[in-house]
């Protein structure tokens, strides 16, 4: 990237789109944000305000007018490179009690992004993806081509039918599409997850703490700051039609119950846990997966925290901004 390019970055109000945005700006690239607000805030995105090439619009971006207009608003006064589309609905129990909620805000937005591009001719987009995206195959090694693919949430599935959906246009019209399916990433500004879930519990009441699941769920978890310059890197060095890779951890992960241990040890030492009977949290949620990320390391990239120490991290940075440090 130089300084004379100008990106968009869709939910970049949010946990991940921050972290991006201040890497692609501290790079001399113009960025704009487009954000509805409805999970990340104005105030996550403060610290850019005074850099003149940080932009951000309030849009739907379900709304085809909308994103239309945006998109023609910005390539009036030079190109549109590229997109890195992160907007989704990022609450899966939400998605799975209303499934309107992730048509509109995972599948649609990227419909409407990527009609509205065709006009404009910007033919570069980065999608976030997940690993919800396979579904529960158990103790299956998760790969890109792993398949059938049978997602369990209305999460899953929009984030499916959306690779589906950049994968024709790029048929069509788009020049690269690069799909990046995400792992349990944590950090901050924390919007959601299972961090935030514990600390927003033990502000309450530090007496105890209330476990959704059995605690023997187990997961990969990748720190934002390890994501962030995987996306980078694979940016900088893939230059394939469709490209298509895992991102996460290299080791087994850890389980709830460590995770519940470790915020109760951090900020609430005598708050005793209780955990439910599943090994599931919520509806949707997979306790277990094992993904492969040999195709990103194949490219020289390999994180800087295991899933312990980007746990650890997350922990403290999470605690500090729930004020409970």
């Not at 998109?71 to 129990?93: C, F, M, T």
């Not at 799975?96 to 937005?109: E, G, R, V, Y």
Request: charge should be neutral.
């Amino acid at each position: 990237m130089t300084g004379t390019n100008q990106v968009l970055v869709c939910g970049g109000a949010g946990f991940v789109g921050v972290n991006l945005v201040r890497v692609l700006l501290s790079r001399g690239t113009r960025v704009c944000v487009a954000d509805n607000f409805s999970r990340g805030s104005r105030a996550n995105l403060r610290e850019f305000e005074a850099d003149p090439r940080f932009s951000v619009c309030e849009v739907d971006l379900a709304d085809p007018s909308q994103v239309s207009d945006l998109v023609g608003q910005l390539s009036k006064s030079r190109p549109l490179d590229e997109v890195w589309h992160l907007a989704a609905n990022s609450d899966i129990p939400a998605g799975i009690a209303n499934p309107n909620i992730d048509l509109k805000d995972t599948f649609l937005t990227t419909v409407s992004l990527v009609n509205a591009l065709r006009s404009v001719g910007t033919r570069t987009v980065y999608f976030a993806s997940s690993s919800a995206f396979y579904g529960d195959l158990g103790d299956i090694e998760l790969r890109e081509h792993t398949g059938p693919l049978l997602p369990i949430s209305n999460y899953g599935a929009m984030k499916l039918a959306s690779e589906a959906f950049l994968s024709a246009a790029a048929e069509s019209h788009l020049e690269q599409v690069m799909i990046f399916r995400f792992p349990n990433v944590v950090g901050v500004p924390a919007t959601h997850g299972v961090l935030l879930d514990f600390a927003r519990k033990l502000r309450k009441d530090r007496s105890h703490l209330e476990v959704l699941g059995n605690g023997t769920q187990r997961k990969g978890y990748l720190h934002v700051s390890d994501l962030v310059t995987a996306m980078l890197h694979l940016h900088d060095t893939v230059t394939e039609k469709r490209a298509v890779f895992n991102i996460g951890a290299v080791d087994a992960g850890v389980s709830v119950r460590q995770i519940a241990e470790g915020m109760v040890a951090l900020v609430a030492p005598d708050a005793r846990l209780e955990f439910g009977n599943s090994n599931r949290g919520w509806v949707g949620d997979v306790p277990k997966f094992h993904y492969s990320v040999d195709k990103l390391l194949a490219t020289g990239w390999r994180p800087v925290l295991d899933s312990q120490s980007a746990m650890t991290r997350a922990m403290h940075e999470v605690a500090r901004q729930e004020g409970l440090l």
